[in-house]
């Protein structure tokens, strides 16, 4: 600290030397002569230490004007940045202090203004100058890093002075005066990996390839110094830390963990079935660590596959081709892994890596073999019941070789058309077969081991049915041909062609005649066209409607095939009245309908007809039935009481088929019995169930039931009804009871008349009497 002082004092030396320590001159301009005038002020920039340690306060320097001539007339004025707080001046001498410890880094300068004035008039003797206070700064700030902790990668073997990366500080002080910014990097911790370069402050690796390997050392710490002063002795110094990792790049080749493995299997594992897994190292990481598996030489190549499981990087061995113990009962590969990706800086012969594999094969009861995937075989459709068809064949795979028995699948051969002997395998018919019908079946064959009837295998077997010529030829199309009244013998008249259902190899091959028993008499003739069709032709030249309109003329038809088939189709030949160019105009209603039988319009307006009849008799009945019918009250006048006599009297007891008493007796079951069957009314009820105390309760109970039931229900019978009496009849000494005729039903009436009538109304005489008095 005493040598930054002495350095400081002797820059503020230097520094007011270049100051005049008086007042600058100044030229005034007269009207005739120029004149030199000294400045009244004595002052323009101060120097002021940062960091003033002292307990007075700090000298800055003096203030002093010319108009200041000692008599304590003048008054010094301070304004400005600080002025009063920071900075102070003596008003009667102009001594310039700073109160306080200023530091340069937070403020470099302040700039201040000061005048002279009469302290006795307050005026202004000098105008108001502008001066500055700067601070002149010293070491007193560490270097500090832009980040407290560093972090860095570099691959690993990289050459020596490859870059990782930079560290970088900065100084508080003033970097244009002296060396106080001046910085300079070293390593106080880290060696001697790593270089640091003293003014830049890049980090670069210090050792060479073989010295900077992950697999070995992954993480470096390093202390880097910054100091400054130019890094001389009495700089102070800031520190940081940096991380460095070293990232892994391809330079360690995979290594299986075992070099013989030993796996087993079973002989029905099917195509893609897991084997085993092997496992190879890599003390790489990430992708430099992904590896694939070959399989490169052994018998078992073609057999199995190999693949790598992406998350655990192991081979998977897997079945590719179908086993079979009793061919070949072990297998040995030979297995090779490497690198997905190769690094060609690192990559050399042994970076590949094999292994032996052996695998077992284990031997497993399987099912019948047949000895083809699928059969086809070839029948005649005329072949006779019992008649072989083909043979299937299949044997046991394991070494015990069981016998085999054949069967067919009964839900492929639905007709039962075809079976297979037990024994041999041979496939022969059960039934007629019809090619036109079905040209191919395909039935299942089951072949089944004796000793283990779980183990079985199914075969499909086509069976195609070869074409025999059994079906003759017939017309293609029904033809409809008509003849002119008017024309000439050999008139064209129809072209015929014919279909048949067989299919001979050679392709189809028709002749066309005219039947034997019509050659001499017929009235049209048929010539073969040689192409499977054949023309009609007239055999005289006219032809009349009256006499005959219609004629009928037999065609026979044979095919080419062996055996010969042929069939006689009839054209039917119309004779129509037809214009100069040929076209048909009239011909005879008969002629007309192509077909027997009515159209369907003719049909659905017979229909029509056949219900507005219908109609109109049911609507002719109901209104005579109507008319038949009397209105029971004709007029008001014609009132008359209807006397209706019920002359039928129940059976009783023994009337069983009025009511069945077996509901009574029965009550526990009476639901039952009305949903279902009702029970035989012949039969007669014995004395036990008539009298017993419990049967009475039971029908009791029933009968209230029944009656609540009925009472409750609006629907039940019997029914709300209004009966009309409209007629009495005549000589009763009563006459007519009925009010209907009353002129008025309140009046009061007499009934006292009705004594007259005998002891059987004069109870009624009575009663109508004793109702009048209570009203009256």
Same mark, same amino acid.
């Given at each position: 600290?005493?040598?930054? !002082?002495?350095?400081?004092?002797?820059?503020?030396?230097?520094?007011?030397?270049?100051?005049?320590?008086?007042?600058?001159?100044?030229?005034?301009?007269?009207?005739?002569?120029?004149?030199?005038?000294?400045?009244?002020?004595?002052?323009?920039?101060?120097?002021?230490?940062?960091?003033?340690?002292?307990?007075?306060?700090?000298?800055?320097?003096?203030?002093?004007?010319?108009?200041?001539?000692?008599?304590?007339?003048?008054?010094?004025?301070?304004?400005?940045?600080?002025?009063?707080?920071?900075?102070?001046?003596?008003?009667?001498?102009?001594?310039?202090?700073?109160?306080?410890?200023?530091?340069?880094?937070?403020?470099?300068?302040?700039?201040?203004?000061?005048?002279?004035?009469?302290?006795?008039? #307050?005026?202004?003797?000098?105008?108001?100058?502008?001066?500055?206070?700067?601070?002149?700064?010293?070491?007193?700030?560490?270097?500090?890093?832009?980040?407290?902790?560093?972090?860095?990668?570099?691959?690993?073997?990289?050459?020596?002075?490859?870059?990782?990366?930079?560290?970088?500080?900065?100084?508080? %002080?003033?970097?244009?005066?002296?060396?106080?910014?001046?910085?300079?990097?070293?390593?106080?911790?880290?060696?001697?990996?790593?270089?640091?370069?003293?003014?830049?402050?890049?980090?670069?690796?210090?050792?060479?390839?073989?010295?900077? %390997?992950?697999?070995?050392?992954?993480?470096?710490?390093?202390?880097?110094?910054?100091?400054?002063?130019?890094?001389?002795?009495?700089?102070?110094? #800031?520190?940081?830390?940096?991380?460095?990792?070293?990232?892994?790049?391809?330079?360690?080749?995979?290594?299986?963990?075992?070099?013989?493995?030993?796996?087993?299997?079973?002989?029905?594992?099917?195509?893609?079935?897991?084997?085993?897994?092997?496992?190879?190292?890599?003390?790489?990481?990430?992708?430099?660590?992904?590896?694939?598996?070959?399989?490169?030489?052994?018998?078992?190549?073609?057999?199995?596959?190999?693949?790598?499981?992406?998350?655990?990087?192991?081979?998977?061995?897997?079945? #590719?081709?179908?086993?079979?113990?009793?061919?070949?009962?072990?297998?040995?590969?030979?297995?090779?892994?490497?690198?997905?990706?190769?690094?060609?800086?690192?990559?050399?012969?042994?970076?590949?890596?094999?292994?032996?594999?052996?695998?077992?094969?284990?031997?497993?009861?399987?099912?019948?073999?047949?000895?083809?995937?699928?059969?086809?075989?070839?029948?005649?459709?005329?072949?006779?019941?019992?008649?072989?068809? #083909?043979?299937?064949?299949?044997?046991?795979?394991?070494?015990?070789?069981?016998?085999?028995?054949?069967?067919?699948?009964?839900?492929?051969?639905?007709?039962?058309?075809?079976?297979?002997?037990?024994?041999?395998?041979?496939?022969?018919?059960?039934?007629?077969?019809?090619?036109?019908?079905?040209?191919?079946?395909?039935?299942?064959?089951?072949?089944?081991?004796?000793?283990? &009837?779980?183990?079985?295998?199914?075969?499909?077997?086509?069976?195609?049915?070869? %074409?025999?010529?059994?079906?003759?030829?017939?017309?293609?199309?029904?033809?409809?041909?008509?003849?002119?009244?008017?024309?000439?013998?050999?008139?064209?008249?129809?072209?015929?062609?014919?279909?048949?259902?067989?299919?001979?190899?050679?392709?189809?091959?028709?002749?066309?005649?005219?039947?034997?028993?019509?050659?001499?008499?017929?009235?049209?003739?048929?010539?073969?066209?040689?192409?499977?069709?054949?023309?009609?032709?007239?055999?005289?030249?006219?032809?009349?409607?009256?006499?005959?309109?219609?004629?009928?003329?037999?065609?026979?038809?044979?095919?080419? %095939?062996?055996?010969?088939?042929?069939?006689?189709?009839?054209?039917?030949?119309?004779?129509?009245?037809?214009?100069?160019?040929?076209?048909?105009?009239?011909?005879?209603?008969?002629?007309?309908?192509?077909?027997?039988?009515?159209?369907?319009?003719?049909?659905?307006?017979?229909?029509?007809?056949?219900?507005?009849?219908?109609?109109?008799?049911?609507?002719?009945?109901?209104?005579?039935?109507?008319?038949?019918?009397?209105?029971?009250?004709?007029?008001?006048?014609?009132?008359?009481?209807?006397?209706?006599?019920?002359?039928?009297?129940?059976?009783?007891?023994?009337?069983?088929?009025?009511?069945?008493?077996?509901?009574?007796?029965? &009550?526990?079951?009476?639901? !039952?019995?009305?949903?279902?069957?009702?029970?035989?009314?012949?039969?007669?009820?014995?004395?036990?169930?008539?009298?017993?105390?419990?049967?009475?309760?039971?029908?009791?109970?029933?009968?209230?039931?029944?009656?609540?039931?009925?009472?409750?229900?609006?629907?039940?019978?019997?029914?709300?009804?209004?009966?009309?009496?409209?007629?009495?009849?005549?000589?009763?000494?009563?006459?007519?009871?009925?009010?209907?005729?009353?002129?008025?039903?309140?009046?009061?009436?007499?009934?006292?008349?009705?004594?007259?009538?005998?002891?059987?109304?004069?109870?009624?005489?009575?009663?109508?009497?004793?109702?009048?008095?209570?009203?009256?």
């Amino acid at each position: 600290m005493f040598s930054t !002082a002495v350095y400081s004092f002797l820059f503020l030396c230097l520094f007011f030397s270049s100051f005049p320590q008086s007042g600058t001159e100044k030229q005034v301009r007269g009207p005739n002569l120029l004149k030199r005038v000294r400045r009244g002020w004595m002052w323009n920039q101060f120097v002021l230490q940062e960091e003033y340690t002292g307990s007075d306060y700090q000298y800055i320097g003096k203030l002093k004007s010319d108009q200041d001539y000692g008599n304590g007339l003048v008054k010094y004025v301070l304004s400005g940045e600080g002025a009063g707080s920071i900075f102070v001046i003596d008003e009667n001498n102009g001594d310039l202090h700073a109160t306080r410890r200023l530091d340069r880094e937070e403020k470099a300068f302040y700039i201040l203004r000061a005048t002279v004035v009469n302290k006795q008039t #307050g005026q202004k003797l000098e105008p108001e100058t502008e001066f500055t206070v700067k601070l002149h700064d010293i070491n007193d700030n560490e270097p500090k890093f832009s980040k407290e902790v560093y972090t860095g990668s570099v691959p690993e073997r990289s050459d020596i002075g490859t870059s990782v990366i930079q560290v970088t500080a900065t100084d508080a %002080d003033d970097s244009m005066y002296g060396s106080s910014a001046k910085l300079v990097y070293s390593i106080s911790q880290g060696h001697p990996y790593f270089s640091v370069d003293p003014n830049t402050g890049v980090i670069r690796t210090a050792l060479g390839p073989g010295n900077m %390997d992950r697999e070995q050392r992954e993480h470096y710490q390093m202390v880097i110094d910054a100091k400054d002063m130019a890094g001389q002795r009495g700089g102070l110094t #800031g520190t940081t830390i940096v991380n460095i990792t070293l990232t892994d790049v391809n330079d360690n080749p995979p290594r299986f963990t075992q070099s013989i493995h030993e796996f087993r299997v079973p002989e029905s594992a099917k195509s893609g079935t897991p084997v085993g897994r092997i496992v190879a190292t890599d003390r790489d990481i990430g992708k430099n660590a992904e590896m694939y598996f070959t399989i490169v030489s052994g018998d078992g190549m073609d057999m199995f596959d190999i693949s790598t499981d992406k998350e655990t990087q192991e081979g998977v061995i897997t079945v #590719g081709k179908p086993l079979d113990f009793e061919k070949k009962p072990s297998y040995t590969v030979e297995i090779q892994v490497q690198n997905t990706q190769v690094d060609p800086r690192f990559w050399s012969p042994a970076s590949k890596d094999m292994a032996t594999v052996r695998i077992g094969v284990d031997d497993v009861d399987e099912p019948p073999l047949f000895d083809r995937a699928s059969y086809v075989m070839e029948v005649k459709e005329d072949a006779a019941v019992g008649v072989a068809v #083909g043979s299937v064949s299949a044997m046991d795979p394991d070494g015990a070789r069981s016998k085999v028995k054949y069967s067919i699948d009964r839900r492929t051969d639905m007709d039962r058309l075809f079976n297979v002997h037990p024994g041999n395998g041979s496939v022969f018919l059960l039934k007629g077969l019809d090619r036109e019908e079905t040209a191919w079946h395909n039935v299942s064959v089951i072949a089944t081991e004796f000793n283990n &009837p779980r183990q079985s295998s199914h075969v499909t077997v086509s069976i195609r049915l070869l %074409d025999v010529n059994d079906n003759p030829p017939t017309f293609a199309v029904v033809y409809e041909t008509f003849v002119c009244e008017r024309t000439t013998a050999g008139q064209w008249i129809q072209t015929v062609s014919a279909v048949d259902a067989d299919e001979p190899s050679t392709g189809h091959k028709f002749f066309f005649s005219l039947a034997p028993e019509r050659t001499h008499r017929s009235n049209f003739t048929v010539r073969d066209n040689g192409d499977n069709t054949a023309g009609i032709l007239t055999r005289r030249a006219n032809y009349s409607r009256l006499h005959q309109s219609v004629y009928l003329v037999p065609v026979v038809i044979t095919d080419g %095939d062996y055996p010969m088939q042929s069939s006689t189709g009839t054209l039917t030949v119309r004779v129509c009245t037809c214009n100069r160019e040929g076209n048909m105009e009239v011909c005879n209603a008969e002629a007309l309908s192509s077909s027997p039988g009515l159209s369907t319009g003719a049909l659905i307006a017979i229909l029509l007809c056949a219900i507005i009849l219908l109609m109109i008799v049911v609507l002719f009945t109901s209104l005579k039935q109507q008319r038949k019918q009397e209105p029971l009250i004709i007029s008001k006048e014609d009132v008359r009481d209807n006397v209706v006599s019920y002359n039928d009297e129940g059976g009783g007891e023994e009337d069983t088929q009025a009511f069945d008493i077996g509901a009574l007796r029965h &009550p526990d079951t009476a639901v !039952a019995l009305e949903e279902s069957t009702k029970q035989r009314r012949d039969i007669i009820p014995t004395d036990a169930m008539l009298y017993s105390p419990r049967r009475q309760r039971d029908v009791r109970q029933f009968i209230n039931h029944k009656v609540l039931e009925n009472d409750c229900n609006p629907t039940a019978p019997p029914y709300d009804s209004l009966a009309t009496y409209a007629y009495e009849g005549e000589g009763l000494v009563a006459e007519s009871l009925s009010s209907l005729g009353s002129v008025s039903s309140e009046a009061e009436q007499d009934y006292h008349y009705l004594s007259d009538w005998g002891p059987r109304f004069r109870k009624l005489a009575e009663l109508y009497g004793a109702e009048d008095c209570d009203f009256s």
